[in-house]
């Protein structure tokens, strides 16, 4: 497991090493707006998982989740938590947990 210190240093990180899809949640799916990719929970795994808190405020605090799907695609979804967070992501990072 590799260590960062800071968000963007995760996302760099990650990129690096092959994870180039920028996931984001719609509704309960995973998609990539680049591209036509979308995938459900039962199509990839969570390899990795970074969570940052934020030093002064509360709303900069994310999980970064390092993402591979069975087809071989690799990528990243970052996930932002506490008062700032996105319910509908919650409940699927949640699902994914679960599986994972």
């Given at each position: 497991?590799?260590?960062?210190?800071?968000?963007?240093?995760?996302?760099?990180?990650?990129?690096?090493?092959?994870?180039?899809?920028?996931?984001?949640?719609?509704?309960?799916?995973?998609?990539?707006?680049?591209?036509?990719?979308?995938?459900?929970?039962?199509?990839?795994?969570?390899?990795?998982?970074?969570?940052?808190?934020?030093?002064?405020?509360?709303?900069?605090?994310?999980?970064?989740?390092?993402?591979?799907?069975?087809?071989?695609?690799?990528?990243?979804?970052?996930?932002?938590?506490?008062?700032?967070?996105?319910a509908v992501g919650?409940?699927?990072?949640?699902?994914?947990?679960?599986?994972?």
């Amino acid at each position: 497991m590799y260590t960062y210190d800071t968000l963007s240093e995760a996302v760099n990180g990650l990129k690096q090493r092959g994870y180039t899809i920028d996931f984001n949640v719609v509704a309960d799916k995973l998609v990539c707006n680049d591209t036509p990719v979308s995938l459900s929970p039962e199509e990839f795994e969570i390899t990795e998982v970074y969570r940052f808190e934020g030093n002064t405020d509360p709303a900069d605090e994310a999980v970064v989740y390092a993402i591979e799907s069975r087809h071989r695609l690799k990528g990243i979804l970052v996930n932002s938590y506490g008062p700032g967070a996105d319910a509908v992501g919650d409940a699927l990072v949640k699902k994914l947990k679960e599986r994972h």
